[in-house]
């Protein structure tokens, strides 16, 4: 089984809706990520939890919320979509091991499209 | 790491000859370097990482890069490239005593022609 799981892994929704993507880990790590990643732009940081109680703005927030459930569980949600929040979602994870030489640990990705 | 910049986005080379990613980043601080890969419809997984000592460093499928704090460059190379290595390959640097976020390049598609 893979130790970081999105779901959905596809999703069609209209401009307005809300939308929650889940993200699940069974690495034990304290810190998680939320991405996306659009075509000719790499991956830009949207948020990111150390721990159940530190959760933190990343470059690209605005239009977006996250909910740490538990250690394990991470959600994004698009309170009302937009087109142009259209891009593929990753969810990582990562063990701290020392200042910023974590590796991280990403899911298998989730395709949203806005129309 | 205020920008990393891979130059290219795109590299066709023919099976078994070799290849070079180039990835530059600019910092005035000390970093940590990585190389993550992207195979079709997945998501990304390290390849490898520069943290400190010897600045070559290599993966167990036969890239390795070598970190240049002189040029801000940590290319990564392998001397003959197979199908299945056909991906897409992420620099990324963090700085050290960061807020321990990873700036990301743009990405450079590997394609690989038989």
């Known amino acids: 089984d893979a130790d970081v799981t999105q779901t959905p892994r596809n999703r069609i929704t209209k401009t307005g809706k809300r939308i929650m993507l889940e993200c699940s880990q069974t690495?034990?790590?304290?810190?998680m990520y939320w991405y996306r990643q659009d075509p000719g732009l790499g991956l830009r940081l949207i948020y990111y939890?150390?721990?159940?109680?530190?959760?933190n703005k990343g470059e690209i927030s605005d239009g977006y919320s996250v909910s740490r459930q538990a250690q394990a569980k991470f959600s994004l949600s698009l309170e009302s979509a937009i087109p142009n929040q259209t891009a593929l979602y990753f969810c990582?994870?990562?063990?701290?091991?020392?200042?910023?030489?974590?590796?991280?640990?990403f899911g298998p990705g989730t395709r949203l499209t806005v129309l | 790491a205020q920008s990393v910049t891979q130059l290219d986005s795109q590299v066709p080379v023919f099976e078994e000859a070799p290849v070079e990613l180039r990835c530059n980043y600019s910092?005035?601080?000390?970093?940590?370097l990585f190389w993550y890969v992207q195979y079709p419809n997945q998501g990304l997984q390290l390849l490898l990482k520069y943290l400190s000592g010897s600045t070559l460093v290599k993966s167990i499928n036969g890239f390795e890069a070598e970190f240049n704090k002189s040029q801000t460059s940590f290319h990564l190379r392998k001397p003959s490239v197979h199908i299945s290595d056909t991906a897409e390959y992420f620099c990324?640097?963090?700085?050290?005593?960061?807020?321990?976020?990873?700036?990301w390049g743009a990405g450079t598609k590997l394609i690989i022609k038989p």
């Open positions: 939890s150390f721990d159940v109680k530190d959760i």
């Open positions: 990582a994870t990562s063990d701290p091991r020392g200042a910023g030489t974590d590796t991280q640990y």
């Open positions: 690495k034990g790590h304290d810190r």
């Open positions: 910092s005035s601080v000390s970093v940590y």
């Open positions: 990324a640097v963090s700085e050290k005593d960061s807020n321990y976020q990873l700036i």
